[in-house]
C-alpha cells in the first residue's frame, strides 16, 4: 500500500485468508512446523477418503483455537516465541476463529510418512499450523506442517501478484500500471459520489 492505500491496509490485515499447507503425518515437533525438534512419533492408521471427508467437516465451521507458543502474540511486551525459546510455557486463552473452507487430499511427497495436502479458507487469527497438529490429532497419530503458503488475502491471490524479479525488470511505466487503484482495497464498500453543496 502506497499513499491513500495505507489508510485501508487494516482492512486486508484483518481481511479473510486462504493457505495451501502440506501436513506430514505421524510425526510432533515442538513448533508445530519442520522447525521444531521432533517429540513424539505415531504409526499413521489407514486413512480412507472418507475419513479425511469426514475429520475436514469436523474442522470447518466456527471453533475454539488456543494459539501456539511458537508465535508473535504479546505477553507483557515479549513475543510468546521469545518466551518458548527459553523453554517457559505461557498460558494461552482459546480464540474465536473461522475455517470457511477446508479441503484436505492424502499425498506422498518422498517420504514414507503419509502426508496431507490442505487448502484452508480462514478468519484472520487463525494458526494453519494448530490447524494441521489438531487434525493430525483427529487422525489419531500426530502431525506437523512442512510447508504452508498463503494465496489469497481478501480479494487478492497469488496469481495476481507480480515477482521481485519480474518488478526489477519492468520499466517506470509498467511498474505503475502493475499498481492497483485504492479502490480495489475496498471491494464491499458502497461509492457515494456528492454534489457540489455536499462536498
Do not use: W
Not at 521469545?82 to 482459546?94: F, H, N, Q
Not at 477446508?102 to 499425498?107: E, K, N, R
Not at 509498467?174 to 479502490?183: D, E, F, G, T, W
Request: glycine share 8%; with cysteine.
Amino acid at each position: 500500500c502506497f499513499g491513500a492505500a495505507t489508510k485501508f491496509s487494516q482492512l486486508h490485515l484483518d481481511a479473510d485468508k486462504t493457505y495451501e499447507a502440506t501436513v506430514l503425518l505421524g510425526v510432533k515437533t515442538s513448533t508445530g512446523d519442520a522447525e521444531g525438534e521432533v517429540i513424539e512419533q505415531r504409526p499413521v492408521p489407514d486413512i480412507t477418503p472418507e475419513r479425511l471427508a469426514e475429520v475436514a467437516r469436523q474442522f470447518t465451521g466456527e471453533q475454539r483455537q488456543v494459539p501456539p507458543m511458537h508465535s508473535a502474540l504479546k505477553r507483557d511486551g515479549r513475543a510468546l516465541y521469545e518466551y518458548a525459546r527459553e523453554g517457559i510455557e505461557i498460558g494461552r486463552e482459546a480464540r474465536d476463529v473461522t475455517v470457511f473452507e477446508l479441503d484436505l487430499a492424502l499425498s506422498r511427497t518422498g517420504t514414507d510418512q503419509p502426508t496431507i495436502k490442505m487448502i484452508a479458507k480462514v478468519s484472520k487469527g487463525t494458526y494453519i499450523r494448530t490447524l494441521g497438529e489438531d487434525i493430525g490429532e483427529a487422525l489419531g497419530c500426530g502431525a506437523h506442517l512442512t510447508s504452508l503458503r498463503r494465496v489469497a488475502t481478501g480479494p487478492f491471490e497469488v496469481s495476481q501478484c507480480v515477482t521481485l524479479g519480474g518488478l526489477e525488470a519492468m520499466d517506470e511505466a509498467q511498474r505503475l500500471a502493475s499498481l492497483k487503484p485504492v479502490a480495489a482495497l475496498l471491494p464491499d464498500h458502497a461509492p457515494v459520489t456528492l454534489d457540489a453543496d455536499n462536498a
